[in-house]
């Protein structure tokens, strides 16, 4: 078949293959295999210097590492929600907002040493909304090949979500480094070999080795001494020793995740925007960053990033306020009723926690505390990670706490709280559905920023949820490797310019 614009397929008419969604696999830390191409194994590393990241336990999955470092994305996104180039190196949209024609980068190799074209990223996009359509490739029309190097995607109405889309696809297996196998398992120790740079240049990490413990403690101290070169995770309280300790440099960055508190609208209780409020008033999100996070992270005012370019920064958190929080369950017909052996209460509510995270249970903890004392008694449950999926998917809960996937751009916001027909949380919650799909239809960045700031205030005013705390993650370098200037993003993304240390002449 020619590839001069060659029309490759009618979304219209494709049966969607559903399995997790990426959105859940994300947010549980699935690894989602089936979310990457793999190509063929080739022969072991080359001779160099390894550079060595140790895992904190054997039960950490290591695909998404894995994906991180090897795969080359096809657009990226910044903490400020722009879109920048990867593999994708520019692109045009028509007057009406419904043709994009994207250019790829010249010269762009996979792992197999196969030059990719057009046609290859117009596949993966194929692949990917067959797999599960992101809200960005809801309105794709049909996808045309032009030449090697260019591909158009056609709409069937303006969507200011597909470049985010892009960013969140599948990407291409092109990256700095490649797995010594295919498939790499979740439990796995793989190693990662240096590939030359785009103008052949060797890799100045020449294969990436990790290495699992059995503790964050025996981790950490394998970092001090010289035995691993990046601790992949700082717990809270190896942190502030790893920051004093000579030649460690520890480099934290926000995760575009919020802790939350979810709600179940469809309880009868919880259809009370009144109760919704009330609940966000009584609980201290100060005491659950300093007693529960080691301070690490940022409070948060809702899922909308204050990062964010079009982001409403005047919004604030909402304030504890407990006695606030108790005239508004009287107003909402809640008032205090006698109780048993745990006192007054006004509305019992089970809370389900992923039985994987010690710190969800803690917090889990505090917010029972908080709630009790203005006459919500909320009961943690524990439940393995299937199950908390099976059960948030169906809508059998009253409250769940995860840390919930936001973004650096809308499209988390699209897939969690707007009409997306994929949702994975049957919460119930419809008040921002509108707003959301003003953003998505937005054609010009001023709409975008007043339907972005609607969002923004819906969700605060009527909210579906206790929006906690943006979720900080820190990150350990030994002293064999310098690293480039901190940006805020995760350092992992630039593993490719480490260089090693030049060794210190004679004193």
């Known amino acids: 078949m020619s590839t001069s614009s060659a029309v490759l397929t009618s979304c219209t008419a494709r049966a969607a293959r559903r399995r997790v969604p990426w959105l859940l696999c994300l947010a549980l830390g699935l690894g989602g295999a089936a979310c990457e191409r793999t190509s063929a194994v080739r022969a072991g590393p080359p001779a160099g210097a390894p550079l060595t990241i140790g895992l904190t336990s054997g039960s950490i999955d290591v695909r998404p590492l894995v994906r991180t470092l090897t795969n080359a994305p096809l657009v990226s996104t910044g903490p400020d929600g722009r879109a920048a180039p990867g593999l994708l190196q520019r692109w045009t949209v028509s007057d009406d907002g419904r043709t994009w024609e994207f250019t790829l980068r010249a010269g762009v190799v996979d792992h197999d040493g196969n030059r990719v074209t057009a046609r290859d990223i117009v596949e993966l996009v194929d692949d990917q909304i067959a797999y599960e359509a992101l809200a960005g490739l809801l309105d794709v029309d049909r996808l045309e090949v032009v030449d090697d190097q260019r591909f158009r995607i056609h709409l069937r109405a303006p969507s200011s979500l597909l470049l985010e889309a892009l960013t969140l696809t599948r990407a291409v297996p092109a990256g700095p480094f490649r797995p010594d196998r295919s498939p790499v398992e979740a439990d796995s120790s793989p190693t990662l070999i240096g590939q030359p740079g785009p103008d052949g240049t060797a890799p100045t990490v020449t294969h990436v080795i990790f290495r699992r413990y059995d503790s964050p403690r025996s981790a950490w101290a394998a970092l001090l001494r010289d035995e691993i070169d990046l601790l992949h995770q700082v717990s809270g309280d190896a942190r502030p020793f790893l920051e004093r300790e000579p030649g460690i440099e520890v480099r934290p960055f926000l995760r575009p995740f919020v802790l939350t508190l979810g709600l179940n609208v469809a309880h009868p209780a919880l259809r009370s925007t009144l109760v919704r409020v009330a609940l ?57 009723r006698p109780g048993g052996a745990r006192g007054p209460s006004r509305l019992e509510l089970t809370c389900l926690v992923p039985d994987d995270s010690p710190t969800l249970e803690r917090v ?144």
Not at 299 to 328: E, N, Q
């Open 280 to 336: 966000n008033h009584a609980v201290d999100r100060r005491e659950i960053l300093e007693g529960d996070l080691g301070g690490h992270g940022e409070i948060a005012t809702g899922p909308v990033s204050l990062r964010h370019w079009a982001a409403d920064r005047s919004v604030t958190p909402y304030a504890y306020d407990p006695a606030l929080a108790s005239r508004l369950l009287d107003e909402a017909g809640l008032p205090m």
């Open 364 to 507: 889990a903890l505090r917010l029972q505390r908080s709630l009790h004392a203005v006459g919500v008694h909320l009961r943690p449950l524990p439940v393995p990670p299937g199950e908390f999926e099976t059960r948030v998917q169906a809508g059998n809960f009253d409250a769940y706490l995860m840390t919930v996937l936001s973004g650096h751009g809308p499209s988390a916001l699209y897939h969690m709280w707007g009409p997306y027909p994929g949702r994975w949380v049957n919460h119930g919650y419809r008040a921002a559905e509108p707003a959301l799909e003003e953003l998505r239809r937005a054609a010009t960045d001023e709409a975008f920023a007043r339907a972005l700031q609607r969002v923004q205030r819906v969700l605060i005013d009527d909210p579906p949820a206790v929006f906690l705390v943006w979720d900080e993650v820190a990150r350990a370098v030994g002293r064999r490797f310098v690293v480039p200037p901190g940006t805020g993003r995760d350092i992992l993304s630039g593993l490719a310019q480490w260089r090693p240390r030049e060794p210190e002449g004679p004193t």
